[in-house]
Every structure is written in structure tokens, then in C-alpha cells.
């Protein structure tokens, strides 16, 4: 069972996917390689940021606020993150969220659970959108560390 001083450090993506409760294959929300970064501090603190490999590049010298809808969508449907406190229970973690891209996020518990295998941490969840439940699997590797600047 996982105890929260082993999750501590940073987490590279290798990939999502989504399963279905009441249907054949799986889909991967961000394609099949997508990019993500999960942090946990010692003192409890988390952030989770994914995002598709292939993203488009916003026009250059234009802020981001006074480009077209369309391209604020595109850029922003992308991305995905959000960040909070957490904590491990009985092999899960638990993220209490406070900060996220999508405004539903604030004041939610995901609720994960966790297994690791050396360098791979993989974290699954359920959820339902739509009246369909999703089954998510996320995999995880260590990053490596980093030299002081």
C-alpha cells in the first residue's frame, strides 16, 4: 500500500486513458502521447497539469484574450489542470482541489487510487459524465532530478 512520503517529487505522463462501463475500447482525451506534470510537495500540496503533444501555437504579439473564440477553445480544450492539497488513505490519494482550469474543479475530492512499481506510479479513478461511467488510468513515471541552479 502507497504512503504519501513516496509520492512526494515530480511525475512525468506516459499516457490516459478512458474505459467504459458500458461499451468496447478506450479513448485517450489527449491523444496517445500526451505531455503532464504531477507534483507533490511533503507538506501535502499537489498539481496536476496535461496537455495534447500536438498543441497549436497561439499568433504571436496578440494576447491571448483579443484572439477569436475559436482559437481560445482549441488551445484551452488542449489543457487540462488543477491543484490542491491532498493526502493518501488506505492506498488512495485524495485530491482536495482549490485551483483548476475547469471551473467545476474548486471544492471537489478526486478521489484516486494509487500504485506504484518502482519509477511507475499509475492512478486510477471513475467518474460520470453524461450518464456514462469512465473508468480513467493514468501512468506516471519519476522524473529525473535536476542539478541546483
Known amino acids: 500500500m502507497i504512503e504519501q512520503h513516496e509520492l512526494v517529487g515530480a511525475w512525468q505522463l506516459e499516457s490516459w486513458s478512458i474505459g467504459y462501463e458500458e461499451r468496447e475500447g478506450f479513448s485517450h482525451p489527449f491523444g496517445e502521447e ?34 477569436p473564440d475559436s482559437q481560445q477553445a482549441a488551445a484551452y480544450s488542449s489543457y487540462f489542470h488543477y491543484a490542491g492539497r491532498y493526502r493518501v488513505v488506505n492506498g488512495d490519494v485524495i485530491h482536495y482541489v482549490t485551483q483548476s482550469l475547469n471551473p467545476n474543479f474548486p471544492g471537489t475530492e478526486q478521489l484516486r487510487h494509487a500504485e506504484l512499481d518502482g519509477q511507475t506510479l499509475v492512478l486510477t479513478g471513475k467518474d460520470e459524465a453524461g450518464g456514462v461511467v469512465r473508468y480513467h488510468t493514468l501512468v506516471w513515471h519519476r522524473a529525473p532530478a535536476t542539478a541546483p541552479a
Open 34 to 67: 500526451p505531455r503532464g506534470l504531477l507534483l507533490y510537495s511533503e507538506d501535502g500540496w499537489m498539481s496536476a497539469s496535461i496537455s495534447r503533444q500536438d498543441r497549436a501555437r497561439l499568433p504571436v504579439g496578440e494576447s491571448p484574450r483579443k484572439i
